[in-house]
């Protein structure tokens, strides 16, 4: 299985997925992406959104010799990376785990929004974006070690990523469970209606599961047992699907 954090976030954002997922005997990858992970925000800068792409498909390669097929479990922006792993790999790729996944976010400026043609002007003026850690409960935030802010360039190649992945998700068949914050702040839950929509996994082989009080956070939230529990069982079930009996 590959795991995939999000933007501006380090492995940490997936780690809880890690225990019970190798309880039921799956291989893991679980990459740090280009820029992030470091001492400071600044290692993002001059990072563009193929650099993700080249160490998910560098992962998946380093996976294919322990496993025929691999689920990708993407987690805010990792949710782009895997729709487009599953794009390109059909034959490898059995499924996806879509958490908050960024096809739409809220921000108004983000494509899609009602002032997304102002968004090269704010990114050129702006000299860097800054990330609240919000959570339903504020004593996690404390743990969280994202990065606070952004350089501005590394927002701008967040939004074409998003703007180069909606195009392909007709080209995605396999299976998919989405989950989803009602509440959340970053990602608008009207990205679920766009994946049901646009999706070319076969309607009956979609999964969506909403979380009433999480946010964005939501393998770190207040429902956190409950996600990773989700994404436990729902890979318990593809093992069903391919391992004799």
Avoid at 33 to 38: F, S
Avoid at 89 to 96: L, Q
Avoid at 153 to 160: K, N, S
Wanted: with cysteine.
């Amino acid at each position: 299985m590959l795991l995939l954090h999000g933007f501006a976030g380090s492995p940490d954002s997936v780690r809880p997925l890690v225990a019970p997922l190798t309880a039921l005997g799956v291989p893991l990858a679980l990459p740090t992406l280009p820029g992030h992970g470091g001492p400071s925000p600044e290692a993002l800068r001059g990072v563009a959104w193929p650099a993700w792409m080249a160490a998910a498909n560098a992962a998946l390669e380093e996976l294919l010799p322990r496993a025929e097929r691999v689920i990708v479990v993407g987690n805010s922006m990792g949710g782009l990376i895997a729709l487009q792993l599953a794009a390109d790999h059909p034959a490898v790729v059995d499924s996806v785990v879509l958490a908050s996944a960024a096809i739409q976010l809220s921000s108004p400026l983000a494509p899609g929004g009602p002032l997304a043609p102002l968004a090269p002007l704010v990114l050129a003026v702006l000299p860097r974006w800054p990330l609240a850690k919000r959570y339903a409960d504020p004593s996690l935030a404390a743990g969280d070690t994202s990065y606070v802010w952004a350089p501005m360039g590394a927002i701008g190649t967040l939004l074409d990523f998003i703007r180069c992945t909606r195009p392909r998700l007709a080209a995605v068949q396999a299976p998919a469970l989405i989950l989803q914050g009602r509440r959340d702040p970053v990602v608008a839950p009207a990205s679920v209606a766009i994946l049901l929509r646009e999706l070319g996994t076969p309607a009956e082989q979609r999964q969506v599961v909403w979380f009433e009080r999480s946010l964005h956070e939501l393998f770190r939230d207040g429902e956190r047992e409950a996600a990773v529990a989700c994404v436990a069982a729902f890979v318990q079930e593809r093992l069903a699907l391919v391992r004799p009996v």
